[in-house]
């Protein structure tokens, strides 16, 4: 018997559909129902509906908007650094051009490895007491003290600090992405600009960056939903503190579940926080990539 294209094609998809389902489809309409009953944490245990009351508590909560606005200055924080850094080292791959292929390779190895992995690395690096880089700094002469920053235990530069791991590990991504970007550029292009006399500053912005809009678009949304819900890193450097200073939201979706046993708040703080990143991921495609007008 002979297949149609179409319904091979269908074939094809159908163990992919069904995988998205089980453990995408379904958890998200889980996630949304219960977020509008107020659910016993015992197994078994009542389960009444409350319609808007879970997101009206949910918005009433000074830990709810606190985590929100630490979670936005994170994941602002995290990305600018990142693509800042990324660009600026595919660029100088690009201008290597063979020569960097060794540079490359080095420079992706802190993506291989686990978050949780580097979250324990950098909380010994900014540890109080014995950190090696506040050790450092003392033995140079920069500090008095070694204790003098307290990274992980100053409510005021804690966030910063605990985005050092994120940093350090996915800047190689956002150069990955964006050295593939760069090399579909065509090289006549860049070469008329020169003979034009074109700067650098006015190739970057005129002529590179503008060319890499959809490139650029995929790697800021890709990553600003990762730094969004971080969640490892922190976790085992701070464990959301001190003073709360570093709960993100997902750290505090977490505790809302499991250790205070409210699975409808928590619902409805996931689905708040899943809508306001789709919102954002579309207005950034929407601004960045800007489909079907001239770049």
Same mark, same amino acid.
């Given at each position: 018997?002979?297949?149609?294209?179409?319904?091979?094609?269908?074939?094809?998809?159908?163990?992919?559909?069904?995988?998205?389902?089980?453990?995408?489809?379904?958890?998200?309409?889980?996630?949304?129902?219960?977020?509008?009953?107020?659910?016993?944490?015992?197994?078994?245990?009542?389960?009444?509906?409350?319609?808007?009351?879970?997101?009206?508590?949910?918005?009433?909560?000074?830990?709810?908007?606190?985590?929100?606005?630490?979670?936005?200055?994170?994941?602002?924080?995290?990305?600018?650094?990142?693509?800042?850094?990324?660009?600026?080292?595919?660029?100088?791959?690009?201008?290597?051009?063979?020569?960097?292929?060794?540079?490359?390779?080095?420079?992706? *190895?802190?993506? $291989? +490895?686990?978050?949780?992995?580097? =979250? &324990?690395?950098?909380?010994?690096?900014? #540890?109080?007491?014995?950190?090696?880089?506040?050790?450092?700094?003392?033995?140079?002469?920069?500090?008095?003290?070694?204790?003098?920053?307290?990274?992980?235990?100053?409510?005021?530069?804690?966030?910063?600090?605990?985005?050092?791991?994120?940093?350090?590990?996915?800047?190689?991504?956002?150069?990955?992405?964006?050295?593939?970007?760069?090399?579909?550029?065509?090289?006549?292009?860049?070469?008329?600009?020169?003979?034009?006399?074109?700067?650098?500053?006015?190739?970057?912005?005129?002529?590179?960056?503008?060319?890499?809009?959809?490139?650029?678009?995929?790697?800021?949304?890709?990553?600003?939903?990762?730094?969004?819900?971080?969640?490892?890193?922190?976790?085992?450097?701070?464990?959301?503190?001190?003073?709360?200073?570093?709960?993100?939201?997902?750290?505090?979706? *977490?505790?809302? $579940? +499991?250790?205070?046993?409210?699975? =409808? &708040?928590?619902?409805?703080?996931?689905? #708040?926080?899943?809508?306001?990143?789709?919102?954002?991921?579309?207005?950034?495609?929407?601004?960045?990539?800007?489909?079907?007008?001239?770049?």
């Amino acid at each position: 018997m002979r297949i149609t294209d179409r319904r091979f094609a269908l074939y094809l998809m159908t163990p992919a559909a069904l995988f998205l389902a089980v453990f995408v489809a379904y958890p998200l309409f889980r996630l949304v129902a219960d977020s509008f009953f107020r659910i016993s944490p015992v197994l078994g245990g009542p389960r009444d509906f409350v319609g808007l009351d879970n997101y009206v508590r949910a918005f009433a909560s000074e830990a709810f908007m606190g985590a929100g606005w630490r979670t936005l200055a994170y994941t602002l924080v995290v990305v600018t650094l990142e693509f800042a850094l990324g660009l600026g080292m595919a660029l100088l791959f690009t201008t290597l051009g063979r020569k960097s292929q060794v540079w490359r390779t080095a420079f992706l *190895y802190p993506l $291989m +490895i686990a978050p949780i992995v580097a =979250g &324990l690395l950098w909380k010994f690096l900014m #540890i109080d007491n014995f950190g090696l880089i506040g050790t450092l700094l003392h033995q140079a002469g920069i500090l008095s003290d070694p204790n003098q920053i307290g990274w992980l235990s100053n409510p005021d530069i804690v966030l910063f600090s605990v985005a050092i791991p994120d940093i350090w590990l996915t800047t190689s991504f956002m150069c990955l992405v964006l050295f593939a970007g760069l090399q579909n550029i065509p090289g006549d292009l860049i070469e008329a600009a020169r003979l034009d006399g074109a700067r650098a500053p006015a190739m970057l912005f005129r002529i590179i960056l503008p060319l890499l809009r959809p490139v650029i678009a995929v790697a800021l949304v890709v990553r600003g939903i990762d730094a969004a819900r971080a969640f490892d890193t922190i976790l085992i450097q701070t464990n959301g503190g001190p003073q709360s200073a570093s709960e993100t939201m997902s750290l505090l979706i *977490y505790r809302t $579940m +499991i250790r205070f046993g409210d699975p =409808g &708040l928590a619902s409805a703080m996931g689905t #708040i926080y899943l809508l306001a990143m789709l919102g954002i991921a579309f207005f950034a495609v929407a601004t960045i990539w800007r489909p079907g007008k001239d770049t």
